[in-house]
């Protein structure tokens, strides 16, 4: 297993256009997570799934930004009608079900919005 | 609100100097804590985490850290800096406020080695 897998790692996309990004968790992690990241900043927590249920939304999560984790295994982010704002870095990570373990990173997806 | 606070947004060291990275944590119940280190346009890699058991924890790459819960704290050290430690570093805490797994995260503090 080659870890937490994000793509694309870049994106440039110019406002009010769509944009999705994908993450592959690591296979047998239950849990998957997406954070957005502004510079200089920790990452923010925006949505949380216990394998294909969408458990937990931050109200970060605008209505433009909509996650699917069809099946339990992969994810998109869509982001609709992309606004300057958001422009960051957005994290995956994925855990196993014990409250104990880590999150394990992928590298990220950097949006310029322009 | 349950919060973490990291104090100090930028530290300076000399390489071979000791490393103290500052965590402060608001929470009316036992969380779990964790450091996670990132280098310039990467994700997060784990460091090292707190989940009630001994008290001082030992991490990658020379890190430890002290939970203390009278101070409610949880500072990152090293005893000899290394020039490849320069980065940022976060302090994250979860299980305050659910029990997702999720983390809510510091501002960071980025680590500067001078030679």
């Known amino acids: 297993d080659t870890g937490v897998s994000q793509n694309p790692r870049h994106k440039i996309t110019k406002r009010g256009q769509n944009v999705t990004f994908r993450c592959d968790p690591i296979?047998?992690?239950?849990?998957l997570y997406w954070y957005r990241q502004t510079l200089g900043q920790g990452p923010e927590f925006l949505t949380y799934?216990?394998?294909?249920?969408?458990?937990?939304k931050s109200r970060l999560l605008s209505d433009r930004f909509s996650a699917e984790r069809p099946k339990g295994s992969f994810s998109t982010l869509e982001i609709q009608r992309t606004e300057q704002g958001d422009s960051a870095m957005y994290l995956c990570?994925?855990?196993?079900?014990?409250?104990?373990?880590?999150?394990?990173f992928g590298q990220g997806t950097r949006l310029t919005v322009v | 609100a349950q919060s973490v606070t990291q104090l100090g947004s930028h530290v300076s060291v000399s390489e071979g100097a000791l490393v103290l990275l500052r965590c402060n944590y608001s929470?009316?119940?036992?969380?779990?804590l964790f450091w996670y280190v990132q280098y310039p346009n990467q994700g997060l890699q784990l460091l090292l985490k707190?989940?009630?058991?001994?008290?001082l924890v030992k991490g990658i790459n020379g890190f430890e850290a002290e939970f203390k819960k009278s101070e409610t704290s949880f500072h990152l050290t090293k005893p000899s800096a290394h020039m490849s430690d320069a980065a940022e570093y976060f302090c994250a805490v979860s299980g305050i406020t659910s029990n997702t797994g999720k983390l809510i995260f510091g501002q960071g503090t980025t680590l500067q080695v001078k030679p």
């Open positions: 799934f216990q394998n294909e249920a969408q458990l937990e």
């Open positions: 929470s009316s119940v036992p969380p779990y």
């Open positions: 990570a994925s855990s196993a079900l014990a409250l104990t373990t880590e999150a394990f």
């Open positions: 707190y989940t009630s058991a001994a008290t």
């Open positions: 296979s047998e992690h239950n849990r």
